[in-house]
């Protein structure tokens, strides 16, 4: 197969050399010379390295309200503490410094990200101080409200009503009462149990993993609990309570991610050497796939690489991915 993208294109955005890294060392220059100073934000962060990463760890699922991105919506990449101001603060002109990093970025459907989350970040009942840049390394122990997928035990802090017609969710049981505060007030921001589209997805896949369990499609169950699949949370309950080895394993999750990824990118190499345009949305995507691919590699869910390059070497897939594979590795692995 041709190589597909020109190695020089190798150079990930957010790293110091990259565009992203290079622009967020120049606003942290401009800050220090003059506090006041007008910072822009280009939106470095839809380059398809910085989009491949994010799907290496959300697929196409919205980090926020679980649903599935749409064909039509390619999901934004959702700043978690607003870049350019707070809506909560107009005096705090927003976590500017976060805007290249990529720790900052979660994957999130249109909805959330510009209708309900928009540039607010609140902080915890009774929290005080907003972090600042110069407090920046105090940002850990920040009062945010706002629960993050990846440093919350969100999965453990929210109980799906499955049993229940509605198949609402609602802060879990053991949670202390100030912590149970916290989750509806999380629940409600995002209106889990209000919109109306996100309560029928939900309804839908408890009946169809119920179906599953009673007329023994247990594959067809795991399935829906991948945690790469939409509201994948109401099907890992039921079946934590009803068919515990239906759970799926990580190493699960990991290989149908690479096969659907894998897949995906078989139909965009062969789209895009059809149309032989360049920068065309094929290429795109096939650049995309190529570093969700490489980062998997490099941070597989098990933690054996070896999971990963043996299917991209049943694939033949070996070669076209690995000058990613080595990009990443340069960039992340040995700054
Ligand atoms: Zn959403």
Redesign the pocket.
């Known amino acids: 197969m041709r190589t597909l993208v020109p190695t020089s294109l190798l150079s990930p955005t957010l790293t110091k050399e990259g565009v992203g890294g290079r622009l967020a060392a120049r606003h942290v220059n401009d800050r220090h010379e003059d506090s006041t100073a007008r910072l822009t934000f280009p939106s470095h962060w839809n380059l398809p390295d910085v989009r491949g990463l994010l799907y290496a760890r959300h697929w196409r699922v919205?980090?926020?309200?679980?649903?599935d991105l749409p064909r039509n919506d390619r999901g934004d990449v959702e700043h978690f503490r607003p870049k350019g101001k707070v809506e909560e603060d107009a005096d705090h002109g927003g976590y500017w410094w976060l805007a290249y990093d990529l720790n900052n970025y979660l994957l999130?459907?249109?909805?959330?990200?510009r209708v309900?989350k928009r540039d607010r970040f609140p902080l915890r009942p009774g929290a005080r101080v907003r972090t600042t840049y110069s407090q920046r390394r105090r940002l850990r122990t920040e009062g945010r409200l706002l629960l993050h997928p990846e440093w919350d035990p969100v999965e453990d802090w929210l109980r799906v009503r499955w049993e229940e017609s509605l198949c609402l969710i609602t802060p879990q049981q053991h949670l202390s009462p100030a912590a149970r505060k916290r989750v509806q007030l999380v629940i409600d921001f995002?209106s889990l149990n209000h919109d109306v589209r996100?309560v029928r997805e939900r309804n839908r896949l408890r009946d169809d993993v119920l179906d599953a369990l009673d007329q023994e499609r247990g594959e067809d169950a795991k399935y829906m609990a991948l945690r790469f699949r939409p509201h994948s949370l109401v099907a890992k309950q039921i079946l934590a309570n009803r068919a515990l080895q239906y759970l799926p394993t990580i190493e699960e999750e990991l290989r149908w991610l690479l096969h659907v990824a894998l897949k995906e990118l078989l139909v965009a190499v062969e789209l895009q050497d059809r149309s032989g345009l360049t920068d065309s949305p094929h290429e795109r995507l096939t650049k995309e796939l190529l570093w969700t691919l490489a980062a998997l590699c490099l941070e597989p869910l098990t933690g054996n690489r070896a999971d990963v390059e043996s299917l991209l070497e049943d694939a033949d897939m070996t070669e076209i991915v690995r000058p990613f594979i080595d990009a990443f590795a340069r960039a992340y692995e040995n700054p």
């Not at 919205?62 to 649903?67: H, I, S, V």
């Not at 999130?108 to 990200?113: A, G, H, K």
């Open positions: 919205c980090a926020f309200c679980g649903c999130s459907c249109s909805l959330c990200n309900r995002f996100l």
